[in-house]
């Protein structure tokens, strides 16, 4: 019995000393409601919580978004202040080269309205200021383009031919900003404000910009500015007679053929020495016996007599034409220069020699067109391809004779492509001079050359064929094209300039190919 006790005490003892959830399992919740209530979360705060970590990541994009652009637009602006602090500060500043003051290339420089000491004109004005660097910044540091005109520039009514004419979008950017510069000017002008020679600057840079575009209502707007800054000066100096000249070509480049007689007589009167008044000066030009001493002064003569020769030769006054060009070539070649010993002066020779080598080209025309023998002709050809040859050959800084063969008589081969020396492309007031005096000269030894061709091919003998052949492939060498048709055109050679050449020297070969056929047969 005690044995039995002790075994139920035992038991109770193994019993309650095990687990109590064993026990309390079949009558009691494991939880109670509140420790329920507890363990379960509410549906709004896990709703609320999933919202603000949804839009964690749209936090950070937007800053990092704020960022980039941040720092997009710094940079966007200072290199902006950077670009237009250059233009101030470099390309507006005087020029200082003695050389160019003495031989007046500083007078011919392009003024975007600087003020004596450099710079933009401080009355014309923050915005002002800023739209003429963004006009400059646009005609030479963007990239050309073609655009739609959608109106003329003055708002006048266009020609037909002028409706789907594209111009380039730098030169209609351009002029947008020169007008928006220029309303400002004129108003600051009007009470006082300003020099009068900023809006003469300006004025004579939008005529440029104008006649660029190419359009018949560009050249309107051009000559319409020109003129107005024609009533601005007084009617001497280079400024003047260089107006006159442009106001010349401008109404021969519009059919008006006795105003632009009227203002070429006017431009030669003014660059002569004889000192008349140009309030008495003929209509028909009259040729000075004598070039002007200015610099400025020969070389703006020099292109006026160009034009004269250029009108008389397409208006078919040839015997006028012959006689111009006769006394012009002899006028020029009275134009005393000595050995050059700078750029400058080096340059100055090189402009007039193109000069004399144009007009030749133009006499040798004309006397072909006079039925005078081909000799005369291809005399003044030939002189006319040599001098344009010299030109941009020594703008180029290369040899007259082939660098092969330096003691015989071999030409250099053409430099079509060869650029301009340091002295002159980084020179602030022989840069664009130089620039467009090599684009001609290589223009002007491709025609000359041209020319040459002809003249030799309508001989019709097999030497004659075998010279024009030569002079032809010297011409494409000119235009920037080899034989083979490879290559790129130089520039200022149009494509269908080049074609010509191209089809010209076709022919030849061909025909040439097929006399040597027929005489070894």
């Known amino acids: ?273 004889s000192g008349l008044s140009t309030h008495t000066t003929s209509p028909i030009p009259v040729i000075p016996s004598s070039p002007p001493p200015s610099p400025a002064g020969q070389r703006i003569l020099a292109s006026a007599l160009v034009s004269l020769s250029a009108f008389y030769a397409t208006s078919g006054q040839l015997r006028q034409a012959q006689a111009l060009e006769e006394s012009a070539l002899d006028l020029l070649r009275s134009i005393r220069l000595s050995s050059p010993t700078s750029a400058p002066q080096t340059l100055h020779s090189l402009y007039i020699l193109h000069r004399h080598s144009l007009i030749s080209v133009h006499l040798a025309e004309v006397l072909h067109a006079l039925k005078t023998p081909p000799a005369e002709s291809i005399k003044w050809l030939s002189q006319a391809a040599q001098s344009s040859e010299q030109v941009a050959f020594v703008l180029a800084g290369l040899p007259l004779i082939h660098p092969n063969a330096p003691g015989s008589k071999v030409p250099h081969p053409p430099s079509p492509h060869a650029p301009l020396l340091p002295e002159y492309s980084k020179s602030l007031s022989m840069k664009k001079p130089a620039k467009s005096l090599i684009r001609d000269a290589r223009r002007s030894a491709a025609e000359a050359w041209n020319l040459l061709g002809v003249l030799h091919e309508e001989k019709g003998d097999e030497k004659s064929l075998q010279a024009s052949l030569d002079c032809y492939e010297r011409a494409l060498g000119w235009a920037g094209v080899g034989a083979s048709g490879d290559g790129k055109s130089g520039e200022g050679i149009l494509e269908v300039e080049w074609n010509a050449l191209r089809g010209n020297y076709s022919r030849v070969r061909e025909a040439l190919h097929a006399k040597t056929t027929e005489r070894r047969e």
Request: aromatic share 10%; net charge positive.
């Open 1 to 273: 019995m005690l044995r039995t006790v002790h075994r139920i005490r035992g038991a109770r003892l193994t019993v309650f000393s095990s687990p109590p959830s064993l026990l309390s399992r079949h009558y009691s919740n494991p939880t109670s409601p509140w420790l329920r209530n507890q363990s379960q979360p509410d549906v709004s705060q896990l709703h609320s919580t999933n919202a603000r970590g949804a839009f964690i990541p749209l936090k950070r994009y937007t800053r990092w978004c704020f960022i980039a652009f941040t720092a997009f637009g710094f940079t966007f602006l200072s290199a902006a202040a950077a670009a237009h602090l250059w233009i101030e500060r470099v390309e507006f500043v005087p020029e200082t080269d003695k050389g160019c003051i003495e031989w007046e290339w500083d007078v011919e420089a392009e003024r975007w309205g600087q003020s004596e000491t450099g710079g933009t004109d401080p009355s014309l004005g923050f915005m002002a200021r800023f739209g003429l660097r963004s006009a400059w910044l646009e005609h030479h540091w963007t990239s050309p383009g073609t655009l739609k005109q959608p109106k003329t520039p003055s708002n006048r009514i266009a020609p037909f031919d002028d409706a789907a004419m594209p111009v380039e979008r730098r030169l209609q950017t351009t002029r947008d900003f020169l007008d928006g510069v220029l309303d400002a000017a004129l108003q600051k002008e009007s009470v006082g404000l300003l020099r009068p020679q900023t809006v003469t600057d300006i004025l004579i840079r939008r005529a440029d910009i104008s006649e660029r575009m190419g359009t018949n209502a560009g050249l309107a707007d051009a000559r319409y500015d020109l003129q107005r800054v024609w009533s601005r000066l007084p009617a001497e100096g280079p400024l003047a007679s260089r107006i006159a000249l442009k106001l010349g070509d401008l109404n021969f480049r519009l059919r008006d053929s006795d105003k632009a007689l009227a203002w070429w007589a006017r431009c030669i009167q003014m660059t002569s020495s």
